[in-house]
């Protein structure tokens, strides 16, 4: 089996366990549509670019995704954006090889988030960036010695390193630029859509003793007059001296919810007729 072949074997295991890991995580609707919005994102800032050889917010796009939202989502913002601007560039062997390397820029920007806490400064992250944009355009060029010299000698990934290195400069720069630019906003708006989502449960333990003995002397306690009080009882509390019933306790009365009321009781066994507060009933 070619070296071409192999490497195409081994990117597709790796990219199949990329989204088997995501979809183990069972995202939700919300963490789906924000994936989806942030590689639509990527896909048209690669796409707008086309005329700037290889300057594109692409990178920093799919880094600050994973620098956000975690190693899955960013892996396959990463992926995602590679196959469907492909679309656009045209799809061939180099498709596989982009995916799997964004897919690593996204897994990045979560190692770079735990190794940080995410308090990365603008110029930090944008030289961040930057080195991503050098490791994705490494990949790039390891790929174009596979695919197209067959991966024979190592002088010949020399020399496809040398002539790429204009290319694979521009994008460093490109991503650094574009950091400094949107980055620190970016990463605000991300991790603020990434808040409103996630729910943090903590031990009730944590509490402390005193308070947790608290609680359950204000359950026993508590429990048998709620038990004790139904619907019946709350409705007949709330009656008016005028025998009607409002929207609620102590405000007027109304036929509207004295009506509601009436059925109410009747469907729990009631006569209407008979329930009366300070001499008027509710038919009265």
Not at 110 to 126: D, I, K, N, Q
Not at 154 to 169: E, K, M, N, Y
Not at 227 to 250: E, V
């Amino acid at each position: 089996m070619s070296w071409p072949l192999i490497s195409l074997a081994v990117l597709g295991v790796a990219l199949a366990a990329g989204f088997v890991w995501y979809e183990r995580g069972h995202p939700s609707a919300r963490v789906l549509a924000l994936v989806g919005t942030l590689a639509a994102l990527a896909v048209l800032g690669r796409i707008a670019f086309a005329p700037l050889p290889n300057v594109k917010p692409t990178t920093d796009i799919v880094l600050i995704a994973g620098y956000a939202l975690g190693g899955a989502p960013g892996f396959v913002v990463g992926a995602i954006s590679a196959l469907v601007s492909n679309f656009f560039y045209g799809q061939g062997p180099w498709t596989p090889w982009q995916m799997a390397a964004w897919g690593a820029v996204g897994i990045g920007g979560a190692v770079l988030a735990r190794m940080t806490a995410r308090r990365l400064g603008r110029l930090p992250l944008a030289l961040a960036c930057a080195a991503a944009g050098l490791g994705y355009g490494f990949v790039l060029d390891v790929s174009t010695w596979i695919n197209f010299t067959g991966g024979e000698t190592s002088g010949t990934l020399g020399a496809v390193l040398i002539s790429a290195a204009p290319f694979d400069a521009a994008h460093a720069i490109g991503n650094f630029l574009f950091c400094l630019a949107f980055g620190p906003a970016l990463v605000r708006a991300v991790s603020r859509f990434r808040d409103r989502f996630q729910v943090r449960w903590q031990p009730v333990a944590q509490a402390g003793a005193p308070v947790v003995l608290a609680a359950l002397i204000a359950v026993a306690v508590l429990a048998p007059a709620a038990r004790a009080a139904g619907p019946t009882d709350y409705l007949l509390s709330a009656q008016n001296g005028d025998g009607g019933f409002g929207p609620g306790p102590g405000t007027s009365s109304t036929q509207l919810v004295t009506g509601w009321t009436a059925l109410g009781l009747a469907a729990a066994g009631r006569n209407p007729a008979d329930v009366a507060k300070g001499g008027q009933s509710i038919v009265d």
